[in-house]
């Protein structure tokens, strides 16, 4: 199957962006999400959350034998949230800067916009494989390659037909 074929050959990664409760809030969620359009990231789905409970544990289940993990419950779920899915991970970790702002540095998110850790006001997928998880989306060949496709698989966080697959202008101005 050539898409898959074409897919082994690249560098394919997704991430997710979560605009945090705090971000939302404090109406961040234009800012933040124009530090990635602005990055020349693709934004390839969107959506306005409640975070369920369940969800929540899920998505942080690597995290349920630490002591802050019942307040990070409580802090997920306690408005809404803000769904991104763009390309590149470490490269988006880099945006968001380290998970304690005030080791963050200056010109990353978290640096320039939150003080404490259990307010950091966003997250992104910390490896291509948790990019997948929390996506849904399993792959896609970049804008560039214009023999294009995309996988889903089973979705956490998006539900089918919710993700967009689109190639935008300025591709061939980000990428040689
Ligand atoms: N967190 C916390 N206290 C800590 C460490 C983490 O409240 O000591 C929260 C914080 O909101 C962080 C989230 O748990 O963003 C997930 O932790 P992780 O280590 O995965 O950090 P991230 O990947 O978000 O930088
Ligand atoms: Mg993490």
């Not at 050959?9 to 979560?18: C, D, K, R, S, W």
């Not at 034998?65 to 590149?88: A, C, H, M, R």
């Not at 939150?114 to 966003?122: F, H, K």
Request: charged content about 25%.
């Amino acid at each position: 199957f050539l898409p898959h074929l074409v897919a082994s050959l690249v560098q394919v990664e997704q991430t997710y962006i979560m605009v945090k409760p705090d971000g939302v809030q404090r109406g961040l969620v234009g800012e933040i999400i124009s530090r990635f359009e602005r990055k020349g990231f693709k934004l390839t789905g969107l959506k306005l959350f409640q975070c369920p409970k369940e969800l929540a544990e899920e998505h942080y289940k690597d995290l349920k034998s630490k002591s802050f993990y019942p307040t990070l419950i409580d802090y997920i779920t306690s408005g809404p949230v803000v769904w991104e899915g763009v390309g590149v991970v470490a490269s988006a970790r880099k945006l968001i800067g380290s998970t304690n702002p005030l080791q963050a540095e200056p010109g990353t998110i978290r640096g320039d916009l939150a003080v404490q850790t259990g307010r950091n006001v966003v997250h992104g997928s910390d490896s291509p494989e948790n990019g997948k998880r929390e996506t849904g989306r399993s792959g896609s060949i970049p804008d560039i390659v214009f023999l294009k496709h995309c996988f889903s698989c089973s979705a956490l966080w998006f539900k089918e037909g919710e993700l967009c697959e689109w190639t935008p202008a300025q591709a061939p101005w980000l990428m040689e």
